[in-house]
């Protein structure tokens, strides 16, 4: 028989969800991962939640931001995810490897991604082993384009422990 955990991941782990690049800048440095936990909060006022790992360095360095850019990562972009999400800022400079530019409040803003925003942190939660983090949209770009999947993102060894 299965553990409610082991029940609650068989079900979770079929979702089929879209993968952001998250990006900030503090302390004067530029910050970013992958991440999978993200959802709109609200409609009206827009709000949008995303969680950062407290193993990610974009988390250990950049949780007092006061912004985050948020990236729909887009479909044929799996090595700007792998960059993102198989890499460490701690070994690998990633803003180094890829195309980028400075977006709303200093935010680095991806260039392969068209799909886009910059949010004002309202809130932090602990939310077990990841912090979420609620934000009220202040910028956006927005461009048609399928995007990067979970499941594909199940493929990437992550850059740092789990």
Request: net charge negative.
């Amino acid at each position: 028989m299965r553990t409610l955990s082991e029940t609650f991941d068989a079900i979770v782990g079929d979702f089929e969800y879209p993968m952001f690049i998250v990006t900030t800048a503090a302390g004067g440095e530029r910050l970013g991962c992958l991440v999978g936990f993200a959802t709109q909060a609200s409609i009206d006022p827009p709000r949008f939640l995303v969680c950062l790992s407290h193993n990610n360095r974009t988390y250990r360095h950049g949780r007092d931001s006061g912004w985050l850019a948020v990236h729909a990562v887009l479909a044929e972009a799996e090595a700007l995810a792998e960059l993102f999400g198989g890499h460490t800022e701690d070994d690998v400079d990633k803003f180094g490897r890829c195309a980028w530019h400075d977006g709303p409040h200093g935010m680095p803003v991806l260039d392969e991604c068209g799909n886009w925003f910059v949010g004002r942190v309202l809130d932090r939660l602990d939310a077990g082993d990841h912090d979420a983090f609620l934000l009220e949209p202040v910028a956006a770009e927005a461009e048609p384009q399928a995007d990067f999947t979970f499941h594909r993102a199940k493929r990437i060894d992550p850059g740092h422990e789990a």
